[in-house]
């Protein structure tokens, strides 16, 4: 059995200040399970399109059935894939865990959208095992845990975002180059 969750989030700022907080959402006070960001590739594709490869490190607990298998390493490294087109005012990312496969594969899919201001996230998020006996129970512990961590990664996009409106700000009634 593969689970998925499927979401839907609205921002009210400006594709520019999104796709920007995206890319520079690290670190910020509600991803303090993030240890690093590190990009890989970035590069303007032939249609105008920003594409970035980058690989996080993130921290978090394991279910207690797991443990033995995984022993003390928390750590997960994950890829991270994204193309921004200023054209069609569209993001898509794709990230996915390299490493525990074995035990559990999480793929998350978003889609961000801007209309008059307004940014729409789409996500939708794939969870799969193939670790015989367990496969049921590590998908659904994975769905339940993304599940009630979806609040902190909203926030914390909405805290870059905040940040990023008040140092504009800062900047322009100062004087200062935007």
Not at 14 to 28: E, G, H, K, V, W
Not at 113 to 134: A, H, L, P, Y
Request: glycine share 4%; net charge positive.
């Amino acid at each position: 059995m593969v689970l998925y969750f499927e979401s839907e989030q609205e921002y009210k700022y400006d594709f520019q200040t999104t796709s920007l907080a995206y890319l520079n959402r690290y670190p910020n006070p509600y991803a303090k399970h993030v240890l690093s960001s590190d990009t890989l590739e970035s590069y303007i594709d032939a249609e105008g399109r920003l594409c970035t490869t980058r690989v996080v490190v993130k921290t978090g607990r394991l279910p207690q059935f797991i443990k033995p298998f995984l022993g003390s390493n928390l750590n997960s490294w994950i890829i991270e894939k994204s193309i921004v087109n200023p054209k069609t005012k569209t993001l898509y990312t794709y990230s996915s865990n390299i490493d525990h496969r074995k035990f559990i594969r999480v793929e998350e899919f978003l889609k961000y959208t801007t209309v008059n201001d307004n940014t729409t996230v789409k996500s939708k998020v794939k969870f799969s095992s193939n670790f015989i006996g367990f496969k049921e129970r590590i998908e659904q512990w994975s769905h339940n845990r993304f599940s009630s961590n979806m609040k902190n990664s909203r926030e914390g996009l909405q805290y870059v975002m905040n940040k990023m409106k008040e140092r504009l700000a800062f900047k322009e009634k100062n004087g200062l180059n935007a």
